[in-house]
């Protein structure tokens, strides 16, 4: 079983910046595929980031590209989430996530971050609020 726990989110105005954390806890490999996701009420699913604790390359929503910045932690199993310049439509619940059993390829793709209830794990998630 593994554990993760969000922190850092928060109200913020347009054009502000926040740094979501992620640490994560219980069993866990050397090398996996972690991320964040983001979901409003009655909304679907938005993948946002993810990235190999391997290295490489991100993946980020277009959505979000050139304001967000998904990296590992100086603290072992820890994970963040850089958010510059946001903007209202970013309000949401975000959550992290992880996944043991996919190679990179399928990693830096992000459509995990869609099916990770069933095939991984993820937080409670914490809230982000912007206004305009």
């Known amino acids: 079983q593994v554990q993760l726990h969000e922190s850092g989110g928060g109200s913020v105005q347009a054009g502000g910046s926040l740094r979501l954390s992620c640490a994560a806890s219980?069993?866990?490999?050397?090398?996996?595929?972690m991320g964040w996701f983001r979901q409003v009420p009655g909304k679907e699913r938005e993948a946002v980031a993810a990235?190999?604790?391997?290295?490489?390359?991100?993946y980020y929503a277009d959505s979000v590209k050139g304001r967000f910045t998904i990296s590992q932690g100086d603290a072992r199993d820890t994970m963040h989430l850089q958010m510059n310049d946001l903007k209202p439509e970013d309000t949401a619940m975000y959550y992290c996530?992880?996944?043991?059993?996919?190679?990179?390829?399928?990693?830096?793709?992000?459509?995990?971050?869609?099916?990770?209830?069933?095939?991984?794990?993820r937080g409670q998630g914490t809230q982000v609020t912007v206004s305009s």
């Open positions: 996530a992880v996944n043991f059993q996919i190679f990179y390829y399928a990693c830096v793709a992000g459509s995990w971050l869609y099916d990770v209830d069933s095939r991984g794990y």
């Open positions: 219980g069993d866990r490999f050397s090398t996996y595929c």
């Open positions: 990235l190999s604790t391997g290295g490489g390359s991100a």
